[in-house]
């Protein structure tokens, strides 16, 4: 039960920012939702939090989910704040819960497909993007358990990355979550 006090106290306490961080990330307001309830229950579970902190890391916390989920469902479209107006430039557009989870779904088959080649064709390479892009681990993490120079492991890290974007980049723009794909036409 503590628990649930303590998120209600955090909810009353910022949401109202935390909405208006996000919205002006996304334009999308049911999106925004999700990220700050994703935020809030995260930070809830946090320990040790120094209370004059609280604020700016929900906020800091709040922006970067906003802009994973941008990058993740949404094709392109930015938004930016000026005066007092907001302003969503379309580049593509924000689609509906549905096509949002099909998208996912594509996104989750075709990563699955992508580690699953990678470990076939260079085990260290699959090492690494598991490390940084599966368990989030921190670069310097990654290197030290595969026993390498943190700009060895950053060199590996860029030939797995053009590797991917070679065999795999057709597919990613299809979906629309990349927009060319120069490493193909080599």
């Known amino acids: 039960m503590q628990d649930n006090e303590k998120i209600k106290e955090i909810y009353d306490k910022h949401w109202k920012r935390l909405m208006r961080t996000a919205y002006r990330e996304l334009g999308d ?65 924000f689609g509906g819960l549905e096509e949002r989870h099909g998208l996912e779904y594509d996104c989750e088959e075709l990563g699955s497909r992508v580690f699953q080649e990678l470990k076939k064709k260079n085990i260290v390479w699959y090492e690494i993007m598991a490390g940084l892009y599966i368990y989030r681990d ?41 927009s060319d794909n120069p490493e193909s036409k080599k």
Request: glycine share 6%.
């Open 29 to 93: 307001y049911d999106m925004s939702q999700d990220v700050v309830q994703d935020v809030l229950l995260k930070f809830a579970m946090m320990t040790n939090v120094d209370s004059s902190k609280e604020q700016g890391l929900l906020v800091s916390m709040v922006k970067n989910k906003a802009r994973d989920y941008r990058r993740k469902y949404c094709k392109g479209n930015t938004v930016s704040m000026s005066g007092e107006e907001l302003e969503l430039e379309k580049h593509g557009n």
């Open 138 to 178: 921190e670069p310097e993490t990654v290197a030290e358990r595969l026993g390498m120079s943190l700009p060895h492991m950053r060199t590996s890290l860029s030939r797995a990355r053009a590797w991917v974007r070679r065999k795999f980049g057709k597919e990613y723009q299809e979906m629309g979550i990349i």
